[in-house]
């Protein structure tokens, strides 16, 4: 973000985020949460005020009104001191203090890519309390919109990851349902029907070739065996990638360079050979924004533009702070030199539904 000659950073253009001045106790808290998330505070802080927000949103307006008037809301469990502070200055009308000085300390979260973040229209990988996200579809799907977006695509995972609370058959069908009852609500907003589904060890697809065939969008992604030889994982990988189902190849080295569940190595595969098979096959290679993965490195990204390959800049977010996630993916597409129309995300949605369905 360009500096305007004060001192001090241009306003981060964040949509709507951030432009309540007396926002109710219930928005503070979650708006706090955002900011937090957004700088990569440490889980239980953000948890402690999305907790109390909960808590907040879940009593009547009498119980509301009693501890309104005794100022008693510590006296609720999972509300503590500083969460009761936000709740006391949110609900006399004040902008809490907490929250004034988050938004002023926000700070662009990258230096560069502001045109390529500015054609984005949406984010094809991000995550719910369904799996392994901390937040509800609707939390992740208003912030989006906040933020500026046309569509987002639900992308939360599938059975064999059990760790993260794969989606079953039966339980992608229930969120399906969820999202069609979100769309009418948030309309003109799309939300697209998504699923980030894991590449098996022989290539296959770990959900149901006619489940998947219901979806507007496919992130296949390997997260297990990722120390398996280059030759088993580019075969791997090109089967996933040749299945018609599949419009983007999730963070295809897998490797984490920061970040408490620390670091992991780069898997093997050849990189020619795949991202001859993602052009051949028109699947994007995702640019995932992630700061723990910056996945695909540098060198790759480069080779798999040169190849003619297009992409997806995506945050893969698991909290809606992490939606603003996608400014570190435009910093590095944009320092490569990308053009925006190979980024499949900045299409109008019906070309990009067209092509995903294509």
Not at 19 to 30: I, K, N
Not at 204 to 215: C, N, R, W
Not at 303 to 318: K, N, R
Request: charged share 30%; proline share 5%.
């Amino acid at each position: 973000m360009a500096d305007s000659g004060t001192g001090k950073a241009d306003p981060i253009d964040l949509g709507r985020i951030g432009t309540d001045d007396h926002p109710d106790a219930v928005a503070a808290l979650r708006e706090i949460g955002f900011w937090l998330e957004r700088s990569r505070a440490e889980t239980p802080r953000v948890r402690a005020y999305r907790r109390a927000a909960d808590v907040i949103e879940g009593l009547d307006e009498a119980a509301r009104q009693d501890h309104r008037d005794s100022l008693s809301w510590a006296e609720l469990s999972g509300i503590g001191p500083k969460t009761a502070k936000v709740i006391i200055e949110a609900e006399a009308g004040q902008l809490p203090e907490t929250l004034a000085k988050l938004r002023s300390e926000a700070k662009p979260l990258a230096s560069g890519g502001d045109a390529l973040r500015q054609a984005l229209r949406g984010d094809l990988h991000l995550h719910s309390d369904w799996s392994d996200g901390g937040s509800p579809l609707h939390e992740m799907i208003t912030v989006a919109r906040d933020l500026g977006h046309e569509f987002c695509a639900i992308t939360d995972h599938s059975p064999r990851l059990k760790v993260a609370r794969g989606l079953s058959a039966e339980r992608l069908r229930e969120q399906l349902a969820a999202i069609d009852d979100l769309g009418v609500e948030l309309a003109p907003f799309r939300i697209l029907k998504g699923i980030e589904v894991d590449i098996l060890t022989d290539g296959s697809l770990d959900q149901s070739k006619e489940l998947l065939a219901e979806l507007d969008v496919v992130v296949a992604s390997v997260h297990s065996e990722l120390r398996a030889d280059s030759e088993s994982m580019t075969h791997r990988m090109v089967a996933a990638i040749a299945n018609p189902r599949v419009n983007v190849l999730g963070h295809c080295t897998g490797r984490l360079i920061t970040g408490d569940r620390g670091t992991r190595p780069e898997s093997a595969f050849d990189a020619e050979v795949v991202f001859e098979a993602c052009k051949q096959f028109t699947t994007a290679v995702e640019i995932n924004s992630r700061p723990e993965r910056r996945d695909p490195p540098s060198r790759l990204m480069q080779l798999a533009y040169d190849m003619g390959c297009v992409f997806s800049i995506d945050t893969d977010a698991h909290a809606p702070g992490q939606l603003d996630f996608l400014a570190y993916g435009c910093e590095r597409a944009a320092a490569i030199g990308i053009d925006p129309d190979r980024i499949i995300n900045t299409w109008p949605v019906e070309r990009l539904l067209d092509w995903c369905r294509g």
